[in-house]
T-cell receptor, first 115, second 110 residues
Framework: EAGVAQSPRYKIIEKRQSVAFWCNPI?????LYWYQQILGQGPKLLIQFQNNGVVDDSQLPKDRFSAERLKGVDSTLKIQPAKLEDSAVYLC?????????????FGEGSRLTVL | GQNIDQPTEMTATEGAIVQINCTYQ??????LFWYQQHAGEAPTFLSYNVLDGLEEKGRFSSFLSRSKGYSYLLLKELQMKDSASYLCAVGGNRDDKIIFGKGTRLHILP
């Protein structure tokens, strides 16, 4: 069974530029999450999708971050314009469970450096 | 509000036993997870507790007390490869979110 795929693995941009990350969850997983993990900290939930609907985006900085999950499968996370404090690893995870009672499967992450 | 506390760092010796504690305050509760994360890698699932008590899985065990808002991860017969961060995470049944603590960095000495 293929795991969660993310790209790109690494991205370096200058502040005020834009960047997009892509995630393909495990086949059949209805729930998809984007987490932001700053060095030395735990993952922080940015947005949670159930199929192609948003369940929670309360911690997504909506003035610069956007995310979509078209057709309830792949998802993209965009940052525009980027700030220095956006330097982090962006983790995508998926789960087959609706009520967060099961294991999250994480991708390898996309490491963003903003100069 | 939601809050998850765990020690920032711990050190233990190869072959020994270590216990990593986690306390939480969340709006609703739908289970507690432990994840392991090696440096530069994604978190991987270790355990899930939804009822009080101890769950044992090989060298790793996880304990939960819902009334105390407390959990611990017990690692036995420590190996060098156990050097990693251990993340405590809680699922909330009201808002269906899984919230992670900041993680405990475990250093294993030979």
């Amino acid at each position: 069974e293929a795991g969660v795929a993310q790209s790109p693995r690494y991205k370096i941009i200058e502040k005020r530029q834009s960047v997009a990350f892509w995630c393909n969850p495990i086949s059949g997983h209805a729930t998809l999450y984007w987490y932001q993990q700053i060095l030395g900290q735990g993952p922080k939930l940015l947005i949670q999708f159930q199929n192609n609907g948003v369940v929670d985006d309360s911690q997504l900085p909506k003035d610069r971050f956007s995310a979509e999950r078209l057709k309830g499968v792949d998802s993209t996370l965009k940052i525009q314009p980027a700030k220095l404090e956006d330097s982090a690893v962006y983790l995508c995870a998926s789960s087959q469970y609706r009520r967060n009672t099961g294991e999250l499967f994480f991708g390898e992450g996309s490491r963003l450096t903003v100069l | 509000g939601q809050n998850i506390d765990q020690p920032t760092e711990m050190t233990a010796t190869e072959g020994a036993i270590v216990q990593i504690n986690c306390t939480y305050q969340t709006s609703g509760f739908n289970g507690l997870f432990w994840y392991q994360q090696h440096a530069g890698e994604a978190p991987t699932f270790l355990s899930y507790n939804v009822l009080d008590g101890l769950e044992e899985k090989g060298r790793f065990s996880s304990f939960l007390s819902r009334s105390k808002g407390y959990s611990y991860l017990l690692l036995k017969e420590l190996q060098m490869k156990d050097s990693a961060s251990y993340l405590c995470a809680v699922g909330g049944n009201r808002d269906d979110k899984i919230i992670f603590g900041k993680g405990t960095r475990l250093h294993i000495l030979p």
